[in-house]
């Protein structure tokens, strides 16, 4: 199973961005997922979840900010991410339970891409 995480780059404060984790192999299903983050000298911090029965969640410092949402046919996990301040500016990861086609589930974690906010 491979995870392909996209979307990061620079944007301006207040400006959006829409962050993609598509996972390919021997998968079934996603079945859940999060999103999270890193900044220089910071601990990773959770971002946002979706669990198996499709309820989100997100970190006080990101809600009616960002959403994380699923294309379940695609098997791809989003962040979108609106009214971006500086002190979003992180490596994001996202991190997928998937349903393997031997009928186990197994955690993986994506790559990385950086979100950098400017002021």
């Known amino acids: 199973v491979q995870l392909q995480a996209s979307g990061g780059g620079l944007v301006q404060a207040g400006g959006y961005l829409r962050l993609s984790c598509a996972a390919s192999?021997?998968?079934?299903?996603?079945?859940?997922a999060s999103w999270y983050r890193q900044a220089p000298g910071k601990q990773r911090e959770l971002v946002a979840r979706?669990?198996?029965?499709?309820?989100?969640d997100s970190a006080d410092s990101v809600k009616g900010r960002f959403t994380i949402s699923r294309d379940n046919a695609k098997n791809t996990v989003y962040l979108q991410m609106n009214s971006l301040k500086p002190e979003d500016t992180a490596v994001y990861y996202c991190?997928?339970?998937?349903?393997?086609?031997?009928?186990?589930?197994?955690?993986?974690w994506g790559q990385g891409t950086l979100v950098t906010v400017s002021s």
């Open positions: 979706t669990t198996n029965n499709d309820r989100t």
């Open positions: 991190n997928v339970n998937v349903r393997a086609r031997n009928g186990l589930e197994y955690s993986y």
């Open positions: 192999g021997s998968i079934i299903s996603i079945v859940a």
